[in-house]
């Protein structure tokens, strides 16, 4: 993310922008003027320094790419072991390989965090994430 100012948690965050990556992530060029986290696998994980929240978010809108199995990603704030504010189900593929938008509810966080994205399934190629953003409501 470099040395500038928190991002909008409302306006849309490139995936790639996490300024830590552990475990299989990648980041790949998915279109000539796209990159998005791809390869993920259980047990990898992305932080974000830091995100603004403002006066408070309530839901959640991310783009992802399914894999062969369906997989989890849990947000933390603070620390990637800290408690889950939300918790988004990622389908399998089902025959395409069509990027979907996925929304689910974030418990009432407000203030500048750090977002931490940890994945969890079955396969070894869960899905990939190209953006997420907050909404107020």
């Not at 620390?79 to 395409?96: C, D, L, M, Q, Y």
């Not at 979907?100 to 399934?121: I, K």
Request: aromatic fraction near 8%.
């Amino acid at each position: 993310q470099g040395a500038g100012p928190p991002l909008s948690a409302t306006s849309k965050i490139d995936a790639e922008r996490a300024c830590l990556i552990y475990g299989h992530v990648r980041i790949e060029a998915i279109s000539e003027n796209n990159e998005a986290l791809m390869q993920i696998q259980p047990q990898d994980a992305a932080g974000y320094k830091y995100i603004n929240f403002g006066e408070g978010v309530h839901k959640l809108s991310i783009r992802v790419k399914p894999g062969e199995a369906p997989g989890k990603i849990d947000l933390a704030l603070g620390r990637p072991w800290s408690g889950s504010v939300s918790t988004i189900e990622v389908p399998a593929k089902n025959g395409s390989e069509e990027w979907l938008t996925l929304e689910a509810p974030v418990s009432d966080v407000s203030g500048v965090h750090e977002l931490w994205l940890r994945f969890s399934g079955e396969s070894n190629e869960l899905f990939g994430i190209d953006w997420l953003q907050f909404h107020k409501e």
